[in-house]
């Protein structure tokens, strides 16, 4: 079955970085939109980044100039580039890959930003 495995969460300080990575499997990762949500305690899942099939890239506002979506198809792998890492970017981090009515979810990885 289709898989995404987000890796390289953890704790870090604020002002530092990380990053992210979600390897898919079993899809043509290539024609496959990809997403990065977030979900903090007792708030909604929001979208933090997106990458299209043809590499253009949007960014909610909180993160744009901190975080940079990238893809490598070669390794059908999507990545978080994160940088100066604020305590309010602590939250669950899940990527989506979704094509036309497709969508499927990783299980998420912690990012936990404090001192």
């Known amino acids: 079955q289709v898989q995404l495995v987000e890796s390289g969460g953890g704790l870090v300080q604020p002002g530092g970085s990380l990053r992210l990575s979600c390897a898919a499997s079993?899809?043509?990762?290539?024609?496959?939109?990809m997403n990065w949500y977030r979900q903090a305690p007792g708030k909604q899942r929001e979208l933090v980044a997106n990458?299209?099939?043809?590499?253009?890239?949007n960014y909610a506002d909180s993160v744009k100039g901190r975080f940079t979506i990238s893809r490598d198809n070669a390794k059908n792998t999507v990545y978080l580039q994160m940088n100066s890492l604020k305590p309010e970017d602590t939250a669950v981090y899940y990527c989506?890959?979704?094509?036309?009515?497709?969508?499927?979810w990783g299980q998420g990885t912690q990012v936990t930003v404090s001192s």
């Open positions: 989506e890959a979704k094509f036309h009515s497709l969508s499927y």
């Open positions: 079993r899809i043509t990762f290539s024609l496959y939109a």
């Open positions: 990458i299209t099939s043809s590499s253009m890239s």
